[in-house]
């Protein structure tokens, strides 16, 4: 049978800050993805929060971006906000930018990534996959991380190893910026474009990776990217992005480990932070923890499920960045933390000129611009005469 998997993310508001959401709040959530699921809308559904922001992990027979499904996760934000505006939650529904979805939450303020696939077909025996949940950060910030593990070989050996890994993968970049009706999109075969996508994404405020396909297997999708600004949405600066991804892995995809292997050796530096306006390394945690780190460290989730034929999640899943491992991965990432920050806002430490234009630095600085004065350059002025001199007794 086919099958989606859907993960739709938001904060609608949270305790004391942009921390985390309240007790009250994730426990509406699950009651309702629990009576969902129980009503046959979803197959199984499961609710955890990242940082500030709540995540659905569903699957469902919907199809992607179907009314259904996205309607449904609305409405679970929206019982939220109510709870989190009762609760005087800072930022109550803060994700939520229009007043009410057409039937597809993208582009209203959520975070969604959602892959439909065949469930257990011959050359997948399998079903397994993996959800990453970022928070305090953009979706650019999953670039470095896939590009590492789906094009270079020092950090994922499959890619030398597996006959099918080694075929490599389609890979489809967006262009974040671009507004309209339509998305401004490019996809790239890999090994052969590897550095056509290596320069497009580079650039990781402007293009994102959003989705990654098998090219043994062109139907299959292995990756899906949350790929969206939400300033490009509300036109300001109303709350970074915190991007979601679903990889399904092992079975002709790159296995977990080879996922979470640039997270644990990169200690990658995202734009995001407190006001979403800093550089600074992005940190690995454990599944429903509370941002409180100098700042807001932006900071990183994963989690793995595996699929019956059925379509539920098994019993359990599996929190891969809350191991030992991850500790010392921590410590490494807080002390690049506090290095960084002991430069506060300037040059680098800052995010870039582009990023800041949301932000209210952008009326300040309108605001000098039009005190500047305009100053004798005594150095200039003699140069000139100097040239002036010079042709007068040089004419053509
Ligand atoms: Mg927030
Ligand atoms: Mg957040």
């Given at each position: 049978?086919?099958?989606t998997?859907s993960?739709?993310?938001?904060?609608?508001?949270?305790?004391?800050?942009?921390?985390?959401?309240?007790?009250?709040?994730?426990?509406?959530?699950?009651?309702?993805?629990?009576?969902?699921?129980?009503?046959?809308?979803?197959?199984?559904?499961?609710?955890?929060?990242?940082?500030?922001?709540?995540?659905?992990?569903?699957?469902?027979?919907h199809g992607t971006a179907a009314?259904?499904?996205?309607?449904?996760?609305?409405?679970?934000?929206?019982?939220?906000?109510?709870?989190?505006?009762?609760?005087?939650?800072?930022?109550?529904?803060?994700?939520?930018?229009?007043?009410?979805?057409?039937?597809?939450?993208?582009?209203?303020?959520?975070?969604?990534?959602e892959i439909s696939?065949?469930?257990?077909?011959?050359?997948?025996?399998?079903?397994?996959?993996?959800?990453?949940?970022?928070?305090?950060?953009?979706?650019?910030?999953?670039?470095?991380?896939?590009?590492?593990?789906?094009?270079?070989?020092?950090?994922?050996?499959?890619?030398?190893?597996?006959?099918?890994?080694?075929?490599?993968?389609?890979?489809?970049?967006?262009?974040?910026?671009?507004?309209?009706?339509?998305?401004?999109?490019?996809?790239?075969?890999?090994?052969?474009?590897?550095?056509?996508?290596?320069?497009?994404?580079?650039?990781?405020?402007?293009?994102?990776?959003?989705?990654?396909?098998?090219?043994?297997?062109?139907?299959?999708?292995?990756?899906s990217?949350?790929?969206?600004?939400?300033?490009?949405?509300?036109?300001?600066?109303?709350?970074?992005?915190?991007?979601?991804?679903?990889?399904?892995?092992?079975?002709?995809?790159?296995?977990?480990?080879?996922?979470?292997?640039?997270?644990?050796?990169?200690?990658?530096?995202?734009?995001?932070?407190?006001?979403?306006?800093?550089?600074?390394?992005?940190?690995?945690?454990?599944?429903?923890?509370?941002?409180?780190?100098?700042?807001?460290?932006?900071?990183?989730?994963?989690?793995?499920?595996?699929?019956?034929?059925?379509?539920?999640?098994?019993?359990?899943?599996?929190?891969?960045?809350?191991?030992?491992?991850?500790?010392?991965?921590?410590?490494?990432?807080?002390?690049?933390?506090?290095?960084?920050?002991?430069?506060?806002?300037?040059?680098?430490?800052?995010?870039?000129?582009?990023?800041?234009?949301?932000?209210?630095?952008?009326?300040?600085?309108?605001?000098?611009?039009?005190?500047?004065?305009?100053?004798?350059?005594?150095?200039?002025?003699?140069?000139?005469?100097?040239?002036?001199?010079?042709?007068?007794?040089?004419?053509?």
């Amino acid at each position: 049978m086919r099958v989606t998997l859907s993960v739709i993310k938001a904060d609608v508001g949270s305790v004391g800050g942009h921390t985390m959401p309240s007790a009250a709040m994730v426990g509406r959530a699950k009651q309702l993805v629990a009576d969902a699921v129980k009503k046959g809308l979803l197959l199984d559904g499961m609710v955890t929060y990242t940082g500030d922001d709540i995540a659905l992990i569903m699957s469902h027979q919907h199809g992607t971006a179907a009314a259904p499904v996205h309607n449904f996760a609305w409405d679970v934000f929206l019982q939220a906000t109510a709870i989190a505006r009762s609760e005087g939650n800072y930022g109550a529904g803060q994700d939520l930018l229009v007043d009410a979805p057409s039937g597809n939450v993208r582009g209203a303020g959520p975070a969604v990534a959602e892959i439909s696939f065949e469930l257990l077909p011959k050359h997948r025996p399998a079903e397994a996959f993996m959800v990453f949940a970022a928070d305090k950060c953009a979706p650019g910030a999953y670039n470095l991380p896939l590009y590492l593990s789906f094009c270079d070989p020092m950090h994922n050996g499959g890619l030398l190893l597996s006959p099918v890994l080694h075929k490599g993968f389609t890979v489809t970049v967006i262009d974040m910026d671009h507004r309209g009706k339509e998305d401004r999109v490019i996809k790239l075969n890999i090994p052969e474009q590897v550095w056509d996508l290596a320069a497009l994404i580079r650039d990781e405020d402007r293009f994102a990776i959003e989705a990654i396909h098998s090219r043994v297997h062109p139907d299959e999708q292995i990756v899906s990217v949350a790929a969206t600004r939400l300033h490009n949405v509300a036109g300001k600066y109303t709350g970074k992005d915190d991007p979601v991804a679903l990889v399904r892995v092992q079975s002709l995809f790159p296995a977990p480990e080879e996922l979470v292997e640039p997270w644990a050796t990169i200690h990658q530096i995202v734009t995001g932070d407190c006001r979403g306006s800093h550089n600074m390394p992005i940190m690995p945690t454990a599944i429903n923890q509370a941002v409180t780190g100098p700042y807001c460290l932006p900071i990183v989730s994963s989690l793995g499920f595996s699929l019956n034929k059925e379509g539920k999640f098994s019993s359990n899943y599996v929190d891969f960045f809350g191991g030992e491992a991850f500790d010392y991965v921590r410590h490494k990432v807080q002390e690049k933390a506090v290095d960084f920050r002991r430069q506060g806002f300037f040059g680098v430490a800052m995010a870039s000129k582009t990023e800041l234009a949301y932000t209210g630095l952008t009326d300040t600085l309108t605001a000098l611009d039009k005190k500047f004065e305009m100053r004798r350059d005594d150095a200039a002025v003699s140069k000139e005469s100097r040239k002036a001199s010079k042709d007068a007794k040089d004419p053509d």
